[in-house]
């Protein structure tokens, strides 16, 4: 169980000075109370006993803050976070006062975030990880760090900002919330030593951890965190609260979802595609997934890709294809929140293939097992969600999962015969289809 986070609250707030009016950052209110207050209640809800919190920056503010609220009930220490330690060169410094904790869940002073943390924490503990990051896909990814992943979502390699020009990255972006086994970090205490220096979690903590062969975990999710370090993302996170997106960011409860096909749908159907250059976003696209993104609607790829039973394209080749497709939506402001593929196909007898894949599965379109794996991993209520496709498979698939279905395209759509599902509404395009949704959904 996770007993014990720790907060780094030594920021001084520079950006965020004009919201300040001389408090300390992590005082700063989020509609009506402070933020600082906000993490430790939210933590204490999951069943976190004790926090460490880091300060500098007007300590003594944030100590008579927490002795004036009974330090909300929880075992809470404050210690002073050894300014220029940075991030982990902090924490590093902060090990004697935790040694009673197996697992530390690490928050940053100025993170707004509304997450299932006890979900967070059985996820960390499955796969035995060192460290588990938590991951989302943001709508810069150009400038943000990123992250590798392998199949079995564990961290392969960091991708700093800046990135190298023309560089194609998966959308996963590092949301600055962790959770650390504490003796996982006693062989690392080297870094934070000698005098002090900044020691940050990204650029060097982490790096150095994965270096030793350490397991750095990718925990993808959908909910909310948020830094609100300047002025507009902080208006942002209370336009949030009040439109309800923060309280239903969490896992916790359900949400709608639109899952999206791929090739003529997102991309032009050029055939099978196996190659990243092979991939061109249909005109308007990033434009369409971008407003669902805006509008607080997950955007889930699902793909039926028999090219990998067929031995056309190989798992890594198909991922540069879907990072060049989230490198392409990312330019335009636009993401996806989760890609699943299905790289099987039932009919045997190619030259090439590969007979693992080569089988009848419940995961291929019209079949809904990767919607019931999306539904899995973030709680999405099907019934509630919508599907967009270009072939008779994505609308029997809507059909089949109790979602609504749109088919999209001129011409030829729909006209493959393979089901005979009929879909809830036609549009001519994605854009149109994104219309239709928000209309439904209320919210144009
Ligand atoms: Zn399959």
Redo the contacts with the bound molecule.
Sequence with gaps: MLTRAVILAGGKGTRLASRLNGLPKPLVEVAGVPLLERQLLHCKAAGIRSALVLVNHLADRIAGFCRAKNNFGLDLSLADDGEPRGTAGAVLAALPLLTADEDLLIVYGDTLFNVDLERFYAAHARCGADASLFLHPNDHPRDSDLVGLNEENFIVRFLPYPHPPGAEYPNLVNAALYIVRRAALEPRRGLGEGPPRAVDFVKELFPAMLEAGQKLYGYISPEYVKDIGTPERLDAAEADMASGRFAGGTLKVARRAVFLDRDGTLNEDRGYISRPEQLTLLPGAARAVRRLNRAGLPAVLVTNQPVLARGECTEDELRAVHARLEHLLGLEGAYLDRIYY???HPDKGFAGERPELKIA????KP?I?MLRRAAADMRIDLARSWLVGDRTADIQCARNAGARSILVGAGTAGEDRACDAVPDFRAENLKGAVDIILAAEGMV
């Design positions: 299905c790289p099987h599965c419940a995961c291929r079949g097992g």
